[in-house]
């Protein structure tokens, strides 16, 4: 029997931001399949837009709460906000709530915590999904603060998507069960291109964009960008076939403008780089089918969806070695491992794959292999739907 789930999230496509929370809309069409999804898409408040209002993708409901909320590092303000946050939510979608069995929250430091003041409000069981920043960044620094102590009182279960994000949570709530489940990919979506086989150049392809992440300590360089642009500029300037290769460099904030500022005294219009910031989720699809390396120099992460996506594509992986990334990426088997921030490692690798093309056909045609046979998103689907089960 299908279970009816709701699932609440900070991260998800919208009219003003199509590209956001991708992995959340991938995920909901996945698990509506075997159940019941309605979304609640939780955000702050800016003029012109409603305090709530619902509207529908194919068969799921979504009801957008955008409720007022600053940015802050003062603790009792936060915990202010917060406390008015969940019990607005609640009064705009306590009506609703009838209609559910379980309440699969994702992003623990805000959704979840809305997520715990609705299971305990309707005895529904919890599902809190841990999805990396949330708990390495957040709660790792906050999680005894006023407004978010106690909330895990409220979950009955923590899934992570990589075992060291579950060692995190085990950390801070050692008597709470935790369950790793990756989130998969779709292989219908992303699939291998046998043309890019036949290329005369290696196009390396990086996503993650130019944020400016200050909460961090890395501020814009918290996704690898700014490391991989400097790293870049010495491959290229040391390289005997420079117009072989291509870096497509791309994500949230990404503009020509901010890229030439994290490279001094260097014109990227010499540098074999095409700028193409934020993609919608088909020009993700596009521009994984022509990469054979894609690059993800990350100083933090749970599991970043990109590498999935990238190994389901047949590419290679250039990756920090971080988070759950070498839980699934093998240093010289499927990709090659880097420590963060290192410039040098970095521009050494992109040169061991240029200097070596089939290294990359070959990884690439590895990592299609291990995705089908372990990390699909039917097996996502799957899990969870088992886990509902054992939580009704």
Known sequence: ?????????????????????????????????????????????????????????????????????????????????????????????????????????????????????????????????????????????????????????????????????????????????????????????????????????????????????????????????????NAWKIFIENSNNPSENKLYFGGPEVTKEIANESISNYDLNFSNIEIIGELSKQKVIDYMSKAHVVIIPSFMEGFPNVAFEAMASSCAIIASNVGGIPEIIKNNLNGILIEPGNVMSLSQAINSFANNYYQSIEMGQLNRKLIEEKYSSEKFVEKYTKLYEQSC
């Open 1 to 229: 029997m299908k279970k009816k789930i709701l699932f609440i999230t900070n991260t998800f496509p919208s009219n003003d931001r199509p590209n956001a929370g991708l992995f959340n809309y991938r995920a909901i069409n996945g698990l509506k399949k075997k159940n019941y999804i309605s979304v609640l898409h939780l955000r702050s408040w800016k003029p012109f837009r409603k305090f709530f209002e619902i509207s529908r993708v194919e068969d799921v409901t979504i009801y957008i709460l955008s409720l007022p909320i600053l940015p802050t590092n003062n603790e009792l303000i936060w915990a202010l906000q917060l406390f008015f946050y969940k019990r607005l939510s609640w009064f705009l979608i306590k009506s609703r709530m009838h209609e559910f069995s379980i309440i699969h929250s994702v992003g623990a430091s805000f959704s979840g915590i809305v997520g715990s003041y609705f299971s305990r409000k309707t005895n529904l069981r919890h599902i809190a999904q841990c999805i990396g920043s949330d708990v390495n960044i957040n709660l790792m620094k906050n999680y005894n603060h006023i407004g978010i102590k106690g909330w895990e009182r409220n979950v009955n279960c923590f899934t992570c998507n990589s075992d060291a994000l579950k060692q995190n949570i085990n950390y801070l709530y050692p008597n709470h069960s935790t369950k790793v489940i990756y989130r998969g990919v779709n292989l219908n979506e992303f699939q291998t291109n046998t043309d890019k086989t036949f290329d005369n150049c290696l196009n390396f392809l990086f996503i993650g964009g130019l944020s400016n992440r200050s909460e961090t300590g890395y501020g814009r360089n918290y996704k690898g960008g700014e490391t991989l642009l």
